[in-house]
């Protein structure tokens, strides 16, 4: 069975700075797909960022990046430059086959 | 095509009573999936369509919970006989392929609560 495990219920980062969220998990699929969700209060889930398991170079997106280290099965999101409206819920979720989600983490940028 | 879209955004019913919730997918997209997510946990998978086709029912979905797609467009998700215990936000989500690269699109969601 897939696992998402999210160990950060909460994290606070004074803006501009960087902050990593932390994602592991468990599976016994060869080929899978890691993602991150935004969710803010508005409730939409918004997505952030995909790495596939067979990918060797870390993936980014613009101020988003995944630190990837399959050995370890940890997938954490980094995001640089903090800005007030990253304040949100945070969601690590992977596919095999039905997209599974962590417990998430809410993080809120200091002013 | 502006995404996932879900109607009502918000519902607040009486215990007992039935709901419909709807959702309409991305044009394109042949895959929707229904989640429910409860306050302070990520979603958890409830049903699954391909198509017109009902593919997957977790067994979250009680008997009371009912999901349709009658022409593989739109879905809805009915719940009968409503309790407190529905209380949540109800995710749709659609997506192209069912590979384990295509990601979701959701919804903005339906946030029940049941009085």
């Known amino acids: 069975a897939q696992k998402i495990t999210q160990t950060q219920p909460g994290m606070f980062v004074q803006e501009k700075e960087a902050v990593t969220l932390d994602c592991t998990y468990d599976t016994s699929d060869q080929s899978y797909g890691l993602f991150w969700y935004k969710q803010p209060s508005s409730g939409e889930m918004i997505f952030l960022i995909y790495?596939?398991?067979?990918?060797?170079q870390n993936a980014t997106e613009g101020r988003y990046s995944l630190n990837f280290q399959k050995a370890r099965k940890s997938a954490n999101l980094v995001i640089s430059a903090s800005q007030l409206g990253d304040s949100a819920m945070y969601f690590c979720?992977?596919?095999?086959?039905?997209?599974?989600f962590g417990a998430g983490t809410r993080l809120t940028v200091k002013p | 095509d502006t995404g996932v879209s879900q109607d009502p955004r918000h519902k607040i019913t009486k215990r007992g009573q039935n709901v419909t919730f709807r959702c309409d997918p991305i044009?394109?997209?042949?895959?929707l999936y229904w989640y429910r997510q409860t306050l302070g946990q990520g979603p958890e998978f409830l049903t699954y369509?391909?198509?017109?086709?009902?593919?997957?029912k977790s067994r979250l979905l009680s008997d009371r919970f009912s999901a349709e797609r009658p022409k593989g467009s739109f879905s809805t998700l009915e719940i009968q006989r409503t309790e407190q215990g529905d209380s949540a936000m109800y995710l749709c989500?659609?997506?192209?392929?069912?590979?384990?690269?295509?990601?979701?699109?959701f919804g903005s969601g339906t946030r029940l609560t049941v009085v």
């Open positions: 790495q596939g398991s067979y990918d060797e």
């Open positions: 044009s394109e997209h042949n895959r």
């Open positions: 989500a659609s997506s192209l392929e069912d590979i384990e690269y295509y990601g979701y699109t």
């Open positions: 369509f391909q198509n017109e086709a009902q593919l997957e």
């Open positions: 979720a992977m596919r095999a086959w039905r997209m599974r």
